[in-house]
């Protein structure tokens, strides 16, 4: 056996075939069940895909950058648990195309940012972050609550992600712009239909201005951000409660 070993490690072109076949059948292993979403995350109750107000807040805060300097994932370690909340489950960011995990922390976790502070806190953040938080060194983001957020294509990210795996329908697509304008908007002739098209849905005017800006989607997102997933049916040790 070893003599056989030994014809293949001097042989520098019949090692590469074998070294690739090697990393081919691995690949495979690990790859292919990653297609089949299924059979890699454990459902939980509650999540659901973004509403498109909150996806359009997701697509300015990839634009903007924050994932640079927060990430949104809670690792199961005591210290982070207690600081940030129940540990992250994978299928809370199942419909995240791309995910939001992150590797640096330069500002806090915010996986479980939504609902820990008011609509008013995160536009006095975004205006000027040091006038809450003294030692931030955030930058500004003022000019968001100037810019009129863009839905005019909304329901084609709808589609697009749809395309991906994300379970859209015909009625949710049908009617994004509407229900966009509908959640940004106490009082809205859009109304109709939001509600039943989506769970525990955020409806209001988030920055306070009239128009529908850039700043109401990303509150709107930020908002959301840890607030599906029913966490009372898990437990920290990472099991699900008995008789669930």
Not at 130 to 137: A, F, G, K, L, R
Not at 200 to 227: P, S
């Amino acid at each position: 056996m070893l003599k056989k070993h030994t014809a293949l490690e001097k042989n520098s072109i019949l090692m590469l075939i074998f070294v690739v076949i090697t990393i081919s059948i691995g690949g495979i292993i690990e790859i292919v069940p990653l297609f089949r979403m299924e059979t890699t995350i454990e459902p939980v109750k509650g999540v659901r895909p973004y509403t498109p107000l909150e996806l359009a807040g997701y697509n300015v805060y990839l634009r903007e950058g924050c994932y640079n300097c927060h990430s949104q994932q809670v690792r199961p370690l005591r210290d982070e648990v207690e600081r940030y909340g129940h540990y992250s489950l994978a299928a809370e960011s199942m419909y995240d195309h791309p995910f939001q995990w992150g590797s640096k922390r330069t500002g806090p976790d915010l996986a479980r940012v939504g609902g820990k502070y008011s609509d008013l806190w995160h536009v006095q953040h975004m205006t000027r972050p040091q006038d809450v938080v003294p030692e931030s060194i955030m930058p500004a983001y003022a000019h968001l609550a100037k810019k009129g957020v863009n839905l005019a294509d909304i329901g084609r990210d709808l589609e697009a992600l749809r395309m991906v795996g994300v379970p859209y329908t015909d009625e949710q697509i049908a009617n994004a712009y509407n229900d966009a304008m509908a959640q940004a908007q106490d009082e809205s002739d859009y109304h109709d239909g939001l509600a039943e098209r989506y769970s525990k849905v955020n409806m209001r005017n988030f920055d306070g201005n009239a128009n529908t800006t850039e700043l109401d989607a990303l509150i709107a997102y930020l908002q959301v951000l840890g607030t599906m997933a029913e966490l009372k049916d898990y437990t920290h040790d990472g099991t699900k409660r008995s008789g669930e």
